[in-house]
Nanobody, 116 residues
Framework: QVQPVESGGGLAQAGGSLRLSCVAS????????MGWYRQVPGKQREWVAI???????SYVESVKGRFTISRDNVKNTVYLQMNSLKSEDTGVYYC??????????WGQGTQVTVSS
């Protein structure tokens, strides 16, 4: 399985916005739930948001109303629009499918740093 490729991270000020993108192979993306996860040094990787192939979305409580997950089923791409960023959003962001999570197979991630 080829790992997804994340991009779009960077440095943002608190209150600012970033848009993350993740391109996955058709094998991973097709008919699959896709999720965004983040990891802070010293802490376990945590789930942030998921989107099903049919467009159902769910978010961890801490990002509700600020982050929006979406997907383009033609481009095999999933996005994470992050608004009203907070310092606690800092971390490395990854996207993955349930199979990738179960097999602990991850891409390189993209670093998000929010300065207060």
């Amino acid at each position: 399985q080829v790992q997804p490729v994340e991009s779009g991270g960077g440095l943002a000020q608190a209150g600012g916005s970033l848009r993350l993108s993740c391109v996955a192979s058709g094998e991973i993306f097709r008919n699959n739930v896709m999720g965004w996860y983040r990891q802070v040094p010293g802490k376990q990787r945590e789930w942030v948001a998921i989107v099903t192939s049919g467009g159902y979305k769910s978010y961890v409580e801490s990002v509700k109303g600020r982050f929006t997950i979406s997907r383009d089923n033609v481009k095999n791409t999933v996005y994470l629009q992050m608004n009203s960023l907070k310092s606690e959003d800092t971390g490395v962001y990854y996207c993955n499918s349930p199979e990738g999570v179960r097999s602990d197979t991850w891409g390189q991630g993209t670093q998000v740093t929010v300065s207060s």
